[in-house]
């Protein structure tokens, strides 16, 4: 599948059966200043505890960031979490779950539309899936990263959809992002 790079912050929220939501950053620490989204997350039911992986957005970057660690008094009602993948708990634990991206994403789907009157901000990320073995699907593919980059957005994730979800960095999701190059005239040297 091909899906927007949006440029947020990642955010791991842990479903518990209980109801408990915790949310986490990528490299483990906890989020507390999304309490709206956490509320939202606690009124669906879940057989199992389960990890939802996405990227939180809010009016601007710089805006959001202010809002993430902020010991009190976050305003983070405008953030929207914008999910690409699911995987249980126990899986996510170990390491690998072996189920592959394209049923990962088909389940998160289903699972969606079921519960999004509850979950108002919350959204599943759109994503289209192209052959890239095909002159049709490479033409596809262009116009997809084209779009993407006109739109605002980072770049664009590629994901294998036989692939495992894997917690490391892999080549089942590559990102591609634009490469802006600048000359610029020096103007002035200083000596340290």
């Not at 990890?51 to 809010?58: K, L, P, R, T």
């Not at 993948?85 to 994403?105: A, H, M, W």
């Not at 599943?124 to 084209?146: A, S, W």
Request: with cysteine; aromatic share 10%.
């Amino acid at each position: 599948p091909l899906e927007v790079k949006l440029d947020g912050v990642r955010v791991l929220t842990v479903v518990f059966p209980d109801g408990n939501v915790i949310q986490y950053s990528r490299n483990g620490k906890e989020l507390t200043n999304f309490q709206m989204i956490k509320d939202q997350f606690s009124k669906i039911p879940v057989k199992e505890t389960m990890v939802f992986d996405g990227e939180v957005m809010s009016s601007s970057f710089q805006d959001l960031m202010k809002q993430v660690h902020r010991k009190e008094n976050a305003k983070t009602e405008d953030a929207i979490l914008h999910l690409f993948d699911v995987i249980p708990l126990e899986k996510f634990i170990s390491g690998k779950y072996n189920l592959v991206q394209k049923e990962r994403t088909a389940w998160l789907n289903q699972w969606y539309l079921e519960h999004q009157n509850t979950l108002l901000n919350v959204r599943v990320l759109n994503h289209g899936m192209i052959d890239l073995n095909t002159e049709r699907g490479q033409n596809l593919f262009k116009m997809y990263n084209k779009s993407a980059v006109e739109n605002g957005y980072e770049g664009i994730m590629i994901k294998d959809p036989l692939a495992p979800y894997e917690c490391k960095r892999t080549k089942n999701w590559l990102k591609l992002k634009p490469f802006i190059e600048v000359s610029l005239e020096v103007q002035d040297v200083e000596e340290s």
